[in-house]
């Protein structure tokens, strides 16, 4: 399967922006589907994740209540709709994809990536 993020850009403190992870090649129903960002000078990190079967979710405490993933089967589609965004938030936005039934935070779990998006949240 191949992923293509898109829907990042620059947006001031508070605001919102919804990215989208769209797949082609394969039907993205059928895997795990997870956000991780990375920050200059920083690993990767796992943002939020949404199972196969949509029965789990795992969010980063650092943006639960602000961040929610979603899925669009008819649109072989996984959204992650960002509000209250703040400044700590800036990073490039990687989708990713498994087989895995559970929600991995560990990016080496993860077969498929997109290329990622520029997410920017000025102060």
């Known amino acids: 399967v191949q992923l293509q993020a898109s829907g990042g850009g620059l947006v001031q403190a508070g605001g919102s922006l919804r990215l989208s992870c769209a797949a082609s090649g394969g039907t993205l129903s059928s895997y795990t589907v997870s956000w991780f960002r990375q920050a200059p000078g920083k690993e990767r990190e796992f943002v939020v994740g949404?199972?196969?079967?949509?029965?789990?979710?795992n969010y980063a405490d650092s943006v639960k209540g602000r961040f929610y993933i979603s899925r669009d089967n008819a649109k072989n589609t996984v959204y992650l709709q960002m509000n209250s965004l703040k400044p700590e938030d800036t990073a490039v936005y990687y989708c990713a994809a498994t087989t895995r039934w559970g929600v991995s935070k560990r990016p080496g779990d993860y077969d498929y990536w997109g290329q990622g998006t520029q997410v920017t949240v000025s102060s």
């Open positions: 949404l199972s196969w079967s949509d029965t789990n979710t």
